[in-house]
T-cell receptor
Framework: AQSVTQLGSHVSVSEGALVLLRCNYS??????LFWYVQYPNQGLQLLLK??????LVKGINGFEAEFKKSETSFHLTKPSAHMSDAAEYFC????????????FGSGTRLQVQP | DAGVIQSPRHEVTEMGQEVTLRCKPI?????LFWYRQTMMRGLELLIY????????DSGMPEDRFSAKMPNASFSTLKIQPSEPRDSAVYFC??????????FGAGSRLTVL
């Protein structure tokens, strides 16, 4: 069975500071990994994904994440936070070519202080 | 493309009533997913379809919940009878087999 653990339900950073949201996964097969963002009263939007190949993946809005198999991690980073980054972020895992449904983590709410 | 379209966006009903949530996936997508989001349990997969066939319904809470996909462009999630603990935001998502799910805006259900 696959699972995702997001460390920290709330993260607060200052505008311009580094954003680091942590995600660890568990999967019995090579995983596909995703980060989604949810703004208030909206659905989830894809930020970035890792399937195969390069382990550092870049997404929209300046976010990137690195797949580290040895650490079973897929942390999300952004060098400089912007006020518009305030939202809830979800890490998700799937079994790639097997079970297609995503298993989501519990989410991390990012606050950006002026 | 209009994206994944869900209706209604908000539904308030009384305990015991039947609730039907509707979803129109993106044209050409062969997978459709229903998720439920609550504060307590986060995002839970309820059921998903491939080419209109249910593949995994193990997340459906109980017999009060049912989902159908009569054709490639329409799916319903029905709750009968509804209970207050069913209050949540229900999301529909679709994908074209590449695991990238596109989500609808959600249907917020309140059962009084």
């Amino acid at each position: 069975a696959q699972s995702v653990t997001q460390l920290g339900s709330h993260v607060s950073v200052s505008e311009g500071a580094l954003v680091l949201l942590r995600c660890n996964y568990s999967s019995s097969v090579p995983p596909y990994l995703f980060w989604y963002v949810q703004y208030p009263n909206q659905g989830l939007q894809l930020l970035l994904k890792y399937t195969t190949g390069a382990t550092l993946v870049k997404g929209i809005n300046g976010f990137e994440a690195e797949f580290k198999k040895s650490e079973t991690s897929f942390h999300l980073t952004k060098p400089s936070a912007h006020m518009s980054d305030a939202a809830e972020y979800f890490c998700a895992v799937s079994e790639g070519t097997g079970r297609r449904a995503l298993t989501f983590g519990s989410g991390t709410r990012l606050q950006v202080q002026p | 493309d209009a994206g994944v379209i869900q209706s209604p966006r908000h539904e308030v009903t009384e305990m015991g009533q039947e609730v039907t949530l509707r979803c129109k996936p993106i044209s050409g997508h062969d997978y459709l997913f229903w998720y439920r989001q609550t504060m307590m349990r986060g995002l839970e997969l309820l059921i998903y379809f491939n080419n209109n066939v249910p593949i995994d319904d193990s997340g459906m809470p109980e017999d009060r919940f049912s989902a159908k996909m009569p054709n490639a462009s329409f799916s319903t999630l029905k709750i009968q009878p509804s209970e207050p603990r069913d209050s949540a935001v229900y999301f529909c998502a679709s994908s074209a087999g590449a695991n990238v799910l596109t989500f609808g805006a959600g249907s917020r259900l309140t059962v009084l």
